[in-house]
Nanobody, 124 residues
């Protein structure tokens, strides 16, 4: 069974920083893309940042220059460093990953997995 567990959310003042972590565990054969999404109250879930297994990244325009996504493949962990936070960054942040689960047997197809979400609140 594969799990994604996030940590690092909290309350911060505008202009501050937070670092989110998301660790994958379980019967993992391989991990492709990993990413962070967020969902604010009354809004749709949106992609914040994503990173490939090779380290290529892409970001939502709203966070470019402020957020940095990175990953440690050996630790099966993805990070989101969030700087210069704004009140509009307030949301529940979810990590996601494309993972093949060897316990599922052949053909080791990729499936999407999600974390439970972590609240980020930025006060003005």
């Amino acid at each position: 069974q594969v799990q994604l567990v996030e940590s690092g959310g909290g309350l911060v003042q505008a202009g501050g920083s937070l670092r989110l972590s998301c660790a994958a565990s379980g019967s993992i054969f391989s991990i492709n893309d990993m990413g962070w999404y967020r969902q604010a109250p009354g809004k749709q879930r949106e992609l914040v940042a994503a990173i490939t297994s090779g380290g290529s990244t892409n970001y939502a325009d709203s966070v470019k220059g402020r957020f940095t996504i990175s990953r440690d493949n050996a630790k099966k962990t993805v990070y989101l460093q969030m700087n210069r936070l704004k009140p509009e960054d307030t949301a529940v942040y979810y990590c996601a990953a494309e993972i093949s689960d060897f316990a599922a047997g052949p053909p080791l197809a990729m499936s999407d997995y999600w974390g439970q979400g972590t609240q980020v609140t930025v006060s003005s």
